[in-house]
């Protein structure tokens, strides 16, 4: 079975504070992906990544950088967090155009 | 571009009642589509899948869904819900092509009464 996991499940940070959210899968998927998740607007695509040291923009790259080092791991970097930042946030991995598998999510909280 | 359409925000249904989501998809071709369920403060989990073949598939936990393509739809069904089936429920859309990023749905809240 496929396993993505996130670096945590819950996490509460202050305004203005660097963060990091990891993202790791056990499959060899050469696609990763950074969704947020907002009551009533569905799964937001943040960045997404091809391939190690590749990314690409998503609907809502504003005030998030991501960073692919290793084929198996993703991060998501909030540079200077803010309240609006507060969501849940997803990884999901991929091999090819197939199946997305996704983590278990981080729920954010920014005071 | 494709889209999806979920167009039921919440639907509620008795213990043992058939069940039916309704998905509507926007896309020039046959695309690849799914089901995907998520519980309270959880991740996505993959119910189904269509790329190709049988029009209608089986998942786990007792869902199906059929594609059809004159309709554009690709519903979920169930024939007698559980109480643990309450969840959030997804419907995307992809497309062949590794750098193709699917498009979900606003998803579909169910709720089972006792």
């Known amino acids: 079975d496929v396993k993505v996991t996130q670096s945590s499940r819950y996490l509460v940070k202050r305004t203005g504070e660097k963060v990091f959210l990891e993202c790791v899968q056990d499959?060899?998927?050469?696609?990763m992906f950074w969704y947020r998740q907002d009551p009533g607007l569905g799964l937001r695509l943040i960045y997404f990544?091809?391939?190690?040291?590749?990314?690409e923009k998503g609907d809502i790259p504003e005030g998030y950088s991501v960073s692919r080092e290793k084929k198996e791991r993703f991060s998501l970097i909030l540079e200077s967090a803010s309240t609006n930042q507060t969501s849940m946030y997803l990884c999901?991995?991929?091999?090819?155009?197939?199946?997305?598998?996704f983590g278990p999510g981080t729920r954010l909280t920014v005071l | 571009a494709q889209s999806v359409t979920q167009p039921d925000i919440h639907i509620t249904v008795s213990e043992g009642a058939s069940l039916e989501l309704r998905c509507n998809y926007s896309?020039?071709?046959?695309?690849?589509l799914f089901w995907y369920v998520q519980s309270p403060g959880q991740g996505l989990q993959l119910l189904l899948k269509?790329?190709?073949?049988?029009?209608l598939v089986q998942g786990i936990k007792g869902f199906e869904a059929e594609f059809k393509r004159s309709q554009s739809s690709f519903n979920l069904r169930k024939p007698s819900v559980h109480w643990s089936d309450a969840a959030e429920y997804f419907c995307?859309?992809?497309?062949?092509?590794?750098?193709?990023?699917?498009?979900f749905g606003r998803g579909t809240s169910l709720i089972v009464h006792p």
């Open positions: 499959m060899d998927h050469e696609n």
């Open positions: 896309y020039g071709a046959t695309p690849y």
């Open positions: 995307a859309v992809g497309a062949p092509g590794g750098s193709y990023i699917p498009t």
């Open positions: 999901a991995s991929r091999r090819g155009s197939r199946t997305q598998y």
């Open positions: 990544s091809y391939d190690v040291k590749m990314k």
């Open positions: 269509y790329f190709s073949g049988d029009t």
